[in-house]
């Protein structure tokens, strides 16, 4: 998709709390209502005018203007300017094509140049809890229409194009990865089999074992708190695809779902190899296992046990 331009924005409620939200995305259309004033005054574009004939029927004169003044830059919108709304927990756009106001049984309406889109130009769902702040706050906005301000970080957004603030903690962020990767392999066997069991607790799931004991071919046993699904975690600081081999084997799925075989220096074969012909069974290495390092906050924990 070619990058979408535009040089303002607006957001705008569909209805009062959002009736007409599905209906337009529906049918391509941005619904609205003022069907206190006739087509034909609006098509005279006499906004003076307009406000004079019905001030009046508004509490006050500010709501007047504010709400006369929304439905002016609807009705004279044009290809330049990007409008967005709110609904199924995802943010819309679009752009109003050439036209005047229409008006159905339902209400009036103007037609969208193409459809509302819910994606970013790499196609990308554009999820409300995904949405910067600085652009949900808008749905917080008590009238119908609002100018949003922030065009630059709007455009980013839609066209996928991350900040430079993003970029930097990304890069630092994986950083402190790679290095995270190596102060794991200079823990002590045991604390290393702690620092995985700690992960797997932090994340939610109940250990229903004691850590290492007298178990031969599993470390830890855990149930999965929501679906009370069993698992089994091997944890080894060094290991070839023999020592993997000897422990997928007897691992027999059935009680157990999977088998989770943590390592974090596999020998050559290994880490090349994978898990192979063994389908229940799922290798974590020392890159994954420091992302979740850094995920579930033991970067501190790390520190102090390889200082």
């Not at 009705?75 to 995802?90: A, C, K, M, N």
């Not at 980013?156 to 194009?161: A, D, H, P, V, Y």
């Not at 390592?263 to 290994?270: E, F, G, I, M, N």
Request: hydrophobic content about 40%.
């Amino acid at each position: 998709m070619n990058p979408i331009e535009f040089a303002n924005a607006y957001y705008i409620k569909l209805g009062r709390r959002g009736e007409w939200e599905k209906l337009s995305i529906q049918e391509g259309k941005m619904r609205i209502g003022w069907t206190n004033i006739p087509l034909v005054e609006i098509y005279r574009n006499d906004w003076v005018a307009i406000f004079q004939n019905y001030a009046g029927t508004y509490k006050s004169k500010n709501a007047a203007s504010m709400d006369i003044n929304a439905l002016r830059t609807i009705v004279e919108s044009t290809l330049d300017d990007i409008w967005v709304t709110f609904y199924d927990s995802r943010l819309w756009w679009g752009k109003l094509a050439d036209g005047n106001v229409q008006a159905d049984t339902i209400s009036n309406y103007r037609i969208l140049d193409g459809d509302w889109n819910k994606y970013d130009s790499n196609g990308n769902e554009l999820l409300a809890n995904q949405i910067p702040g600085n652009i949900a706050k808008v749905q917080g906005f008590k009238g119908t229409v609002c100018r949003i301000s922030e065009i630059d970080d709007l455009k980013r957004l839609i066209n996928n194009i991350p900040s430079d603030e993003y970029k930097n903690i990304v890069r630092t962020r994986d950083a402190l990865i790679r290095e995270i990767e190596l102060g794991l392999k200079k823990l002590h066997w045991k604390e290393f089999e702690t620092l995985v069991d700690m992960i797997f607790e932090n994340a939610g799931w109940q250990r229903l074992s004691m850590v290492g004991g007298s178990m031969k071919y599993t470390d830890i046993e855990l149930q999965e708190p929501i679906t009370h699904e069993l698992y089994q975690v091997q944890v080894k600081s060094q290991a070839s695809y023999a020592d993997f081999e000897k422990y997928a084997q007897k691992f027999t799925p059935g009680k157990f779902k999977k088998l989770y075989f943590v390592v974090h220096s596999p020998d050559k074969k290994l880490a090349e190899n994978g898990v192979g012909k063994f389908q229940d069974v799922e290798l974590v290495f020392a890159n994954e296992l420091a992302r979740m390092v850094v995920e579930r906050g033991f970067t501190d924990w790390l520190l102090m046990k390889i200082r």
